[in-house]
């Protein structure tokens, strides 16, 4: 457990996240006074001095201050300045040196993004993420080099172009790692139509909602869609087809990507993917998340390496052209040497794109209840490891395209998404960096709305419940009808 005391301010969550980059996967609670704890950290800001101070069972054994201008200071720099003050303190007391410096939000490349927009140059940008927030070099330059591929993507982007995810949040079984909402397919194979009924009633009033819109993208997500049999599956893409025409959108110059995440090879089949590009589908995701069968059955997926090779040249063969790859860094057990030979047959493969993820203890996950039973790999293995997948990516002739961070990640790292030129997962580009309104379907989906004028952000939420879903259909459809712009006309 770490303690932390606020004096003089009320950044709460900036304090707990700059204590976790340093402090990771423990609990942390914010008290009035020094504990006998363990540790505290006391975060304080007054007559124009900032400081960090830590304390072990009560004692004080370390501080760092600076000074500021009271008289002009705002909102953004107070906030550096809490957390420039903590990074320093627990930077001496660990010796760690996080890449990503005081940076602990989840898009990095999007500070960048904006200081582009107003015409700011490369060095500026370089400067503004190493000098004032304490990045180093080569994460700045990947930041700077995502902002620039994720512009080109979003300078496309017309007022009336929205996406759609649709949530299926079914899994044959739930990996160690899983926090997202999914549930097990063996305990709810008697809902899943029953889940699709009312799912499709939501998909219908999107659908009235949208004909004021232009339908860019939709993302079929989970849970593993794949999860659903082949008649289930169909009926799904069938409704999708019949109410926002993906086939009729890509006959013509609309160019609407549709993506499916296949996701598990256990739940692949020719006939899924034969469905799949029948009814328009034009990029799927297969996620090994390890080309290690020692690993994947640690993980609790029931498959092996030679399924995820056997179901992606079948993907091929069906005329599958655009298809990516997650894998995860940093799973149990897992070393150099494993990263290095997943990187290999993922280059044997030689997907489209390909995400690759360090591994976040998630408070919902499986792992976080276990993790003493775990074997974790320390940062400066995960910066080893991230190094090998950006080196396979350049061999592969990938381009970075678009990034993100979560929290409680090993190490503080990031997230990559890696593509061939032309290849770039538009839906992942428009969900990261909010700048297109997001509809969204089924338990726990949450569509968001972007004013494009003011950048202003809503969101309208799903219960995750599947039970309470399927029973409150028509509260989850009145809340859209409430919540989105003009919703009230349909």
Same mark, same amino acid.
């Given at each position: 457990? &770490?303690?932390?005391?606020?004096?003089?301010?009320?950044?709460?969550?900036?304090?707990?996240?700059?204590?976790?980059?340093?402090?990771?996967?423990?609990?942390?609670?914010?008290?009035?006074?020094?504990?006998?704890?363990?540790?505290?950290?006391? $975060?304080?800001?007054?007559?124009?001095?900032?400081?960090?101070?830590?304390?072990?069972?009560?004692?004080?054994?370390?501080?760092?201050?600076?000074?500021?201008?009271?008289? $002009?200071?705002?909102?953004?720099?107070?906030?550096?300045?809490?957390?420039?003050?903590?990074?320093?303190?627990?930077?001496?007391?660990?010796?760690?040196?996080?890449?990503?410096?005081?940076?602990?939000?989840?898009?990095?490349? #999007?500070?960048?993004?904006?200081?582009?927009?107003?015409?700011?140059?490369?060095?500026?940008?370089?400067?503004?993420?190493?000098?004032?927030?304490?990045?180093?070099?080569?994460?700045?330059?990947?930041?700077?080099?995502?902002?620039?591929?994720?512009?080109?993507?979003?300078?496309?982007?017309?007022?009336?172009? &929205?996406?759609?995810?649709?949530?299926?949040?079914?899994?044959?079984?739930?990996?160690?790692?899983?926090?997202?909402?999914?549930?097990? *397919?063996?305990?709810?194979?008697?809902?899943?139509?029953?889940?699709?009924?009312?799912?499709?009633?939501?998909?219908?009033?999107?659908?009235?909602?949208? #004909?004021?819109?232009?339908?860019?993208?939709?993302?079929?997500?989970?849970?593993?869609?794949?999860?659903?049999?082949?008649?289930?599956?169909?009926?799904? *893409?069938?409704?999708?087809?019949?109410?926002?025409?993906?086939?009729?959108?890509?006959? $013509?110059?609309?160019?609407?990507?549709?993506?499916?995440?296949?996701?598990?090879?256990?739940?692949?089949?020719?006939?899924?993917?034969?469905?799949? #590009?029948?009814?328009?589908?034009?990029?799927? $995701?297969?996620?090994?998340?390890?080309?290690?069968?020692?690993?994947?059955?640690?993980?609790?997926?029931?498959?092996?390496?030679?399924? &995820?090779?056997?179901?992606?040249?079948?993907?091929?063969?069906?005329?599958?052209?655009?298809?990516?790859?997650? *894998?995860?860094?940093?799973?149990?057990?897992?070393?150099?040497?494993?990263?290095?030979?997943?990187?290999?047959?993922?280059?044997?493969?030689?997907?489209?794109?390909?995400?690759?993820?360090?591994?976040?203890?998630?408070?919902?996950?499986?792992?976080?209840?276990?993790?003493?039973?775990?074997?974790?790999?320390?940062?400066?293995?995960?910066?080893?490891?991230?190094? &090998?997948?950006?080196?396979?990516?350049?061999?592969?002739?990938?381009?970075?395209?678009?990034?993100?961070?979560?929290?409680?990640?090993?190490?503080?790292?990031?997230?990559?998404?890696?593509?061939?030129?032309?290849?770039?997962?538009?839906?992942?580009?428009?969900?990261?960096?909010?700048?297109?309104?997001?509809?969204?379907?089924?338990?726990?989906?949450?569509?968001?709305?972007?004013?494009?004028?003011?950048?202003?952000?809503?969101?309208?939420?799903?219960? #995750?419940?599947?039970?309470?879903?399927?029973?409150?259909?028509?509260?989850?459809?009145?809340?859209?009808?409430?919540?989105?712009?003009?919703?009230?006309?349909?």
């Amino acid at each position: 457990m &770490i303690y932390y005391v606020l004096e003089g301010h009320e950044l709460q969550n900036d304090v707990q996240t700059m204590i976790q980059v340093f402090l990771a996967n423990r609990h942390y609670t914010r008290t009035e006074d020094v504990t006998d704890a363990e540790i505290t950290v006391k $975060s304080e800001m007054k007559k124009g001095i900032a400081s960090a101070m830590l304390y072990r069972r009560g004692e004080e054994v370390s501080q760092w201050s600076m000074e500021y201008d009271e008289t $002009s200071l705002t909102d953004k720099e107070q906030k550096r300045i809490i957390k420039r003050t903590i990074y320093e303190l627990l930077k001496a007391e660990t010796g760690i040196r996080p890449q990503w410096g005081l940076l602990t939000g989840v898009r990095p490349a #999007k500070l960048v993004s904006i200081m582009l927009e107003e015409g700011k140059s490369d060095a500026e940008c370089m400067a503004f993420l190493t000098e004032d927030y304490l990045v180093m070099e080569h994460k700045a330059e990947l930041a700077l080099k995502v902002a620039k591929a994720e512009q080109k993507i979003l300078q496309g982007n017309k007022p009336e172009e &929205i996406s759609l995810y649709i949530g299926i949040p079914f899994c044959p079984t739930r990996c160690l790692y899983c926090s997202f909402t999914a549930y097990p *397919l063996h305990q709810y194979k008697n809902r899943v139509d029953e889940y699709l009924d009312a799912m499709f009633r939501e998909l219908d009033w999107l659908a009235a909602y949208s #004909k004021n819109f232009v339908m860019k993208n939709i993302y079929i997500g989970g849970g593993t869609p794949t999860s659903l049999n082949e008649a289930q599956l169909e009926r799904l *893409l069938k409704k999708v087809e019949e109410l926002f025409h993906p086939l009729e959108a890509n006959a $013509s110059e609309e160019n609407m990507e549709y993506t499916v995440e296949a996701g598990r090879p256990d739940t692949i089949t020719r006939e899924k993917l034969r469905l799949m #590009k029948e009814y328009g589908v034009n990029r799927i $995701s297969i996620n090994p998340q390890t080309m290690n069968d020692k690993t994947l059955r640690a993980v609790g997926r029931k498959h092996t390496v030679d399924d &995820i090779r056997r179901v992606f040249h079948e993907a091929r063969e069906e005329g599958h052209q655009n298809i990516n790859m997650d *894998l995860i860094l940093g799973l149990p057990g897992e070393d150099a040497a494993d990263v290095r030979n997943t990187m290999e047959e993922i280059m044997k493969l030689n997907p489209d794109n390909v995400t690759v993820h360090t591994l976040a203890v998630k408070r919902a996950s499986r792992l976080r209840e276990e993790l003493d039973q775990h074997d974790m790999t320390t940062a400066e293995m995960l910066e080893a490891m991230l190094d &090998i997948s950006a080196e396979y990516a350049e061999k592969m002739g990938m381009e970075p395209y678009y990034m993100y961070r979560q929290k409680n990640m090993v190490g503080n790292f990031e997230n990559v998404g890696y593509c061939h030129p032309g290849k770039e997962g538009v839906y992942n580009v428009q969900i990261m960096e909010e700048k297109q309104t997001i509809l969204a379907a089924g338990a726990g989906a949450s569509t968001k709305t972007v004013d494009p004028e003011t950048d202003r952000i809503e969101r309208v939420f799903n219960v #995750k419940s599947i039970e309470d879903y399927i029973g409150r259909i028509d509260e989850m459809i009145e809340r859209k009808r409430t919540g989105l712009p003009q919703g009230g006309n349909v």
